[in-house]
């Protein structure tokens, strides 16, 4: 049985009824009247894409944006591109490059231009809370607090576990591009055998280029001291570095004279600087190293090498051994 049809006028009312549900939002537009266009905001500058105030880009790791509590009487105290953003490294600041040099090799014209420079080790947690050794890591740095060098170690896992301080290497130097402009290369010398033997004597060979030999640092046997020779590419000796009697001071700085063959002129230091608590504990040295500044760039590169070979033979420490039960 169909249902009973109604008349049209009742239709028409029955769909022109408005919605009566009580959750239907009101019609708040109704009484607005548009107003003129505001004015066009320019992007902010700094700000890639125009990104809103607060808000910061991570390509720009060193602009800070401006924050100020609501409410608050305090003066801004963070100015952009002084602070880093948070839960960000501070930005790495490197030595302007400089001009190209005739007679030097490429990457050393940094310290053609310094008489100091100092050697900064990376601190390890990882080698204090296991017995795995990793490869070392250093950072070179100027007066002002200026990176010039990166050094980084490369050797196989095998080889740092099993050999300990005796390892042999590779320090690869590179700049502020990622170039690798020196390379420094320790041969393994078995020390079982008596150590005036000249085969357990260390040995570290300084290529700059990678692959162009410029020198070699060589271990002198002596009773009391360390003693090397630091010669140029045809094995010739033009200085020597005379270390103290004792390496392992405790509250002290360790000095090593680089002097001239006949020892009576000073030519520069090493000197591994005392660091308090790192330097007992790990792995952390922080050496200083002085030489003329009208020095021969290359002999410049070769104190520079000597430093590793005097960090590895007497401050590497290896992981703590585990006493078992």
């Known amino acids: 049985m169909s249902a009973p049809e109604l008349p049209a006028d009742e239709m028409e009312n029955q769909t022109k009824t408005p919605d009566a549900r009580p959750d239907a939002p009101p019609d708040y537009t109704s009484h607005v009247v548009p107003g003129p266009p505001g004015p066009a905001v320019p992007p902010i500058t700094g700000y890639p894409g125009g990104l809103s105030m607060g808000y910061y880009s991570p390509q720009q790791p060193t ?22 953003a948070p839960n960000q490294l501070a930005p790495v600041i490197w030595m302007p490059g400089p001009t190209p040099m005739l007679n030097c090799p490429p990457g050393l014209e940094y310290l053609a231009q310094l008489d100091n420079i100092h050697v900064l080790q990376h601190f390890e947690p990882l ?9 070392n890591r250093y950072d070179i740095k100027n007066n002002t607090d200026q990176m010039v060098y990166i050094v980084t170690e490369d050797t196989d896992d095998f080889t740092r576990n099993a050999y300990r301080t005796l390892r042999p290497f590779v320090l ?19 020390t079982c055998c008596c150590f005036c033997c000249p085969s357990a004597r260390q040995e570290l060979e300084v290529q700059c280029p990678p692959g162009v030999t410029i020198g070699f640092v060589a271990e002198h046997w002596n009773l009391c001291r360390a003693v090397y020779s630091i010669q140029n590419e045809k094995r010739e000796d033009v200085m020597r570095v005379r270390g103290p009697c004792s390496t ?4 002290s700085d360790s000095v090593f004279e680089v002097k001239s063959l006949d020892g009576i002129s000073n030519i520069g230091s090493i000197i591994r600087k005392w660091n308090g608590l790192l330097s007992t504990m790990g792995d952390a040295d922080h050496f200083d190293i002085h030489f003329p500044l009208d020095l021969d760039v290359k002999m410049k590169a070769m104190i520079f090498g000597a430093c590793f070979l005097i960090d590895f033979m007497y401050f590497e420490r290896s992981p703590p051994q585990r006493s078992s039960r």
């Open 63 to 84: 602009t800070f944006p401006l924050y100020q509590p609501t409410g608050s009487t305090q003066p801004v105290q963070y100015q952009p591109g002084k602070y880093p």
């Open 248 to 251: 392992y001071g405790c509250g």
């Open 172 to 190: 690869r130097v590179t700049d502020c591009t990622g170039r690798e402009i020196m390379t420094m290369q320790r041969p393994f010398r078995c």
């Open 127 to 135: 080698e204090l809370m296991t017995r795995f050794e990793i490869n």
